[in-house]
């Protein structure tokens, strides 16, 4: 016995196989895209190592030929130049650099060293006397860099109020005292807190 499909049920799944053979197609096509987008990503990739590779070469080539111009302007081998590396706080970087690079500037003109800033690196390159007078100097500005506290009025009041007990101190005792009233901030409010109840 053999059971025939009617004409409109035979048109159904010739529609059904058509669309399933459509669909593995494009299937194929996007796994052949997929594809096609893997190795354009690889070869991107080995690109940007590429890139950062000739990057890192060319820095060593300005730092080399930075260093060639420093020994002929102090008259000295190439040989004879140090490089030393100096750590410093990143929002202490801005101190060393000075407004426009002026204070960098200024360093490097009066120790003929070169002075390099990256991620909380200062990197000296010059003869071993003037990078040690450029780090004596680097270590003045940061230093003299304070961080600031900043008081309610009536800390403030408190505080200035008693300047007048320091005033007959000799400089020796008012660093015991500065220490002892001052060793942090918190320690100061709590005093005045205690001393304004």
Not at 14 to 31: A, P, Q
Not at 139 to 156: K, Q
């Amino acid at each position: 016995m053999s059971h025939s499909l009617s004409l409109t049920d035979e048109k159904f799944i010739l529609r059904k196989i058509d669309r399933i053979n459509h669909m593995k197609r494009k299937v194929e096509e996007n796994n052949e895209c997929k594809q096609k987008i893997k190795e354009k990503k690889a070869q991107i990739e080995a690109l940007r190592l590429d890139t950062r590779n000739l990057s890192v070469q060319l820095n060593e080539i300005h730092a080399a030929f930075d260093k060639v111009n420093l020994a002929k302007r102090l008259g000295c081998s190439i040989y004879d130049l140090k490089s030393v590396t100096i750590d410093c706080h990143c929002h202490k970087i801005g101190e060393v650099i000075g407004k426009g690079g002026r204070t960098i500037q200024k360093l490097e003109s009066e120790t003929g060293c070169i002075i390099d800033v990256m991620n909380g690196k200062i990197r000296l390159t010059g003869l071993i006397s003037a990078i040690e007078r450029c780090s004596v100097l680097i270590e003045r500005i940061l230093l003299d860099t304070e961080d600031s506290i900043l008081l309610c009025r009536s800390m403030h009041g408190y505080l200035i109020g008693n300047v007048s007990n320091f005033l007959f101190v000799s400089s020796e005792e008012c660093q015991h005292i500065f220490n002892f009233y001052f060793s942090t901030a918190n320690e100061s409010v709590q005093r005045y807190a205690k001393q304004a109840s």
